[in-house]
C-alpha cells in the first residue's frame, strides 16, 4: 500500500514562528503536494513539486514556502505563521503520466496559530 | 476555470436508504475525474477514478459513474460505517503534473 506519513498530528504555534511541515512518501512518487482544508472551502493547492528541487506555486501560496531535496520528502514551511493559517494541512503524492495519476494523501496535521 | 461543484452539502440517511451525491464539474478537458472518502480527523481516502463518460465504477455499496458534466456517486443499502464525507476532484488533461482541483464536499451520516 502506498503511505503518505506526515510528522505531526496536531501542532499548536505562536504568532510569528516558523514551522516546518514535514511530509515522506514510500512509493518513489514524482509528485508532491500540500493542500489545506477549511470548512466550506474544500481542499485548495498550496504549493506542488514534479521533481526534487523542483516547485511550482499553486492556487493560495501567499505565506509559504516548500522544500524538497530529496524525492520522497516534501516539506512545507510557514515562514511567519498567522492566526489565518489556522487550519488542517494535508500532503500527497501521485505518479506522473497520462494514467494511474490518483493522489494518495497523508493523515492531515491540524494546525493550530496562536 | 476549472470549477467543481457538489450537492448535495449534507445528507442525513437511515441505515438501508439508498441515495445518491452529485458532482458536476466545468473543466478544459477531463484527464480524470476522482471520488474520496474523508472521515473527521484524517487525510482523504481514494475510491474511484473516472477517465471517460459513460464509464461506472463499483465497490461494496458504491458506485460511480460519470457524464460529460457530472459524476454520481449512488450508495445503496448504505450502513453506518458509509458515514464519511465524500469528495469529487476533477483533474485536467493539459495539467502534466496531476494537480486536483476539489469540490466542497458531501457530509454523509447514515443513522441505526
Known amino acids: 500500500d502506498v503511505k503518505v506519513t506526515q510528522s505531526s498530528r496536531y501542532l499548536v504555534k505562536r504568532t510569528g514562528e516558523k514551522v516546518f511541515l514535514e511530509c515522506v512518501q514510500d512509493m518513489d512518487h514524482e509528485n508532491m503536494f500540500w493542500y489545506r482544508q477549511d470548512p466550506g472551502l474544500g481542499l485548495r493547492l498550496i504549493y506542488f513539486s514534479y521533481d526534487v528541487k523542483m516547485k511550482e506555486k499553486g492556487d493560495i501560496p501567499e505565506g509559504y514556502s516548500v522544500s524538497r531535496e530529496k524525492k520522497e520528502r516534501f516539506s512545507l514551511i510557514l515562514e511567519s505563521a498567522s492566526t489565518n493559517q489556522t487550519s488542517m494541512y494535508l500532503c500527497?503524492?501521485?505518479?506522473?503520466?497520462?494514467?494511474?495519476?490518483?493522489?494518495?494523501f497523508g493523515q492531515g496535521t491540524r494546525l493550530t496559530v496562536v | 476555470e476549472d470549477q467543481v461543484t457538489q450537492s448535495p452539502e449534507a445528507l442525513r440517511l437511515q441505515e438501508g436508504e439508498s441515495s445518491s451525491l452529485n458532482c458536476s464539474y466545468t473543466?478544459?478537458?477531463?484527464?480524470?475525474l476522482f471520488w474520496y472518502r474523508q472521515d473527521p480527523g484524517k487525510g482523504p481516502e481514494f475510491l474511484f477514478t473516472l477517465y471517460s463518460a459513460g464509464e461506472e465504477k463499483e465497490k461494496e455499496r458504491l458506485k460511480a459513474t460519470l457524464t460529460k458534466k457530472e459524476s454520481f456517486l449512488h450508495i445503496t443499502a448504505p450502513k453506518p460505517e458509509d458515514s464519511a464525507t465524500y469528495l469529487c476532484?476533477?483533474?485536467?488533461?493539459?495539467?502534466?503534473?496531476?494537480?486536483?482541483?476539489f469540490g466542497a464536499g458531501t457530509q454523509v451520516v447514515v443513522t441505526p
Open positions: 476532484a476533477v483533474q485536467a488533461w493539459d495539467d502534466s503534473w496531476g494537480k486536483l482541483q
Open positions: 473543466v478544459s478537458g477531463l484527464r480524470g
Open positions: 500527497a503524492s501521485s505518479l506522473w503520466g497520462r494514467s494511474n495519476t490518483e493522489a494518495f
